[in-house]
């Protein structure tokens, strides 16, 4: 397992080194301006802000981390994340539409960090020796935690799982599941990953466009 | 302390392989069913009924092995427990009783899961090296944790927690204490194991059935 | 690293031995009381306040642990700390003030506990070979986990982020860098460290006593 983790690492080398880390950082930033909209959007203080913002953004990685048996997680020894995440609130602080018109913005940057993080947490389990199955599981986790986190710690219901919410864990999974098949079969590259995270993008923004919607177990049966 | 873990993996054996499997796969599928149909109950879409069946399903097997080491936990390795709920989801989805009569099957499926998981998540720690008192410990957590992410994810203050409600820690602190007690001894076996688990949710049932409660610090003496 | 860690926990092992533990204790009797004291205004029974104060007086610990790979956590395995926040939960539900009155003792306890628990959790971090910038970041971290998981079980919005709320992650924030710092030049004493703990439990007091706010982005800009 750990032999097939180091080939894999060494065989990742080039796409991860490329496509991971600024997969990575375009996920944390994404979701750290949701965080930050959110915290706006609840007339929360520039020092909540940053905790929101920090929580969405590092949440998702630091879960996955904890999961695979990555300790101390990356948040918190590459400091990258933790200073782009703070940077996000700055702007956001000092740029942001009215708290009413927050949503838009918000669902779109929670849709990028959604397709950035199933494939950059799908890639990270995998290079741990974690099955091609469970790594699609855990990056889908990756790529839903921040998100459930920062609702959560925002007081409203996960957006995973509000009843008038469009498709959202699907496209997290279809993009993970997407990587899992790459990875497996040996063609992750930088622009297949990036491919992966725009598709899984591309259908959730469009399942919130088009309302695409779950049927819900409304009529009893029993 | 590992000598001891490989000691009692060996004696544990036949009973872990028997009842211990068994044992975590119908408190998954117990605290599955009392996921989903909280799910139903929230008009949830099919999902959003998924993502809670396998939160609360899992939750706790993760947060105990995360607590032990066990890194990734069995949850993401051993994919049997996430067919389980997912099946669990299917069923509920198509055969269910009407949202408000959900209240009574969701406690009982709770109650099943409760005492199944206080006794299995007790075995698992013993079994990887932490003391009796700890092992009860960590036992009675996992047991509480999946109906705790439940109902945090679902919007409602935990059951464990919830002041109109009747005793659920205890029974659960129970059941994970005898076990310890069995293991410590040497004879928890399969059918001591159970027994553990049906004295557990014996107590837990007929504690709502009977609405034993303990008392509340409601007036003040200072 | 690890020749790091086993430098520092030779170098600070009279002033953890007695501090440390110390601290740790103080902060559990302190976050557990402010857990009791939550319990008793959301009327909770003496179990639901045994399970709230646990979980706030061990929490911040038990994520801290998790983060820097010690497992099973510390509150698991000396069992002092859970004994301490039982002790304090009995206490409080014999002799705890009226419901509505709760909220004063309740924050000054929890200023207490912050203040201790970002000294301890930096020096934890730190003596684990984490660098001390990120030490000083888990270090808030533990500080602050153990209120989250009390708000979020107890049914509020996180002391952190409530936007009516004083600086309270500043303060956690200021001692834990305030520790990092003397870790860092080698100057960290039991009285030190106590020093630290007493200036962030200061500064959160102050925060309070008048009202020191963070600005809001309340004034769209864009």
Known sequence: ????A??????????VQAAQ??????????FATSGALLAVRKNLDIFGMAVLACSTALGGGVIRDLLVGRTPPAAFTDLTYLTAALLVTLVIFFRHPSARLT?????IADAIGLGLFCVTGTVVAYTHGVGAP???LLGMVTAIGGGVIRDLLGGQVPSVLRPDQDLYAVPALFGAATTAVLLHFGVYQAWTGFLAASLAIAFRLLARRFQ??????RYPTG
């Open 134 to 136: 469970s790594a699609a």
């Open 1 to 4: 397992m750990s032999a097939v």
């Open 103 to 107: 949503r838009g913005p918000l669902e």
């Open 21 to 30: 880390r600024s997969g990575e950082l375009l996920g944390v930033i994404a």
């Open 6 to 15: 180091d080939l894999m690492i060494g065989q990742l080398h080039s796409a």
């Open 212 to 217: 695409w919607r779950a049927p819900q177990a």
